[in-house]
Nanobody, 116 residues
């Protein structure tokens, strides 16, 4: 069983920055890719960023150049550095991991609110 806990969300002004953290516990069968997703009110969850065990990354077009995903494998933690925040970035942000057996686990999310 895998557990994910997100933290670091909050209320910021447009143009500001936040750093989200996702701490993983339990066995995933090894170092696995980790993703960040967002869910805005009334919307489905949408992909934000992804990072592999060796540090390869991928980003949604809407956040390229503004957000950076990283990880610390020793701490079993992934991060999302969010810069130049916009009002449209307001959402609940979730981390996601899939274990060796193909099972997907989600955290409970952390709220990011950007005011103009």
């Amino acid at each position: 069983q895998v557990q994910l806990v997100e933290s670091g969300g909050g209320l910021v002004q447009a143009g500001g920055s936040l750093r989200l953290s996702c701490a993983a516990s339990g066995s995933t069968g090894g170092i696995r890719p980790i993703s960040w997703y967002l869910q805005a009110p009334g919307e489905q969850r949408a992909f934000v960023a992804w990072i592999t065990a060796d540090g390869t990354t991928n980003y949604a077009d809407s956040v390229k150049g503004r957000f950076t995903i990283s990880r610390d494998n020793g701490k079993n933690t992934a991060y999302l550095q969010m810069n130049s925040l916009k009002a449209e970035d307001t959402a609940v942000y979730y981390c996601r991991i899939t274990d060796l057996y193909g099972r997907t686990y989600w955290g409970q999310g952390t709220q990011v609110t950007v005011s103009s």
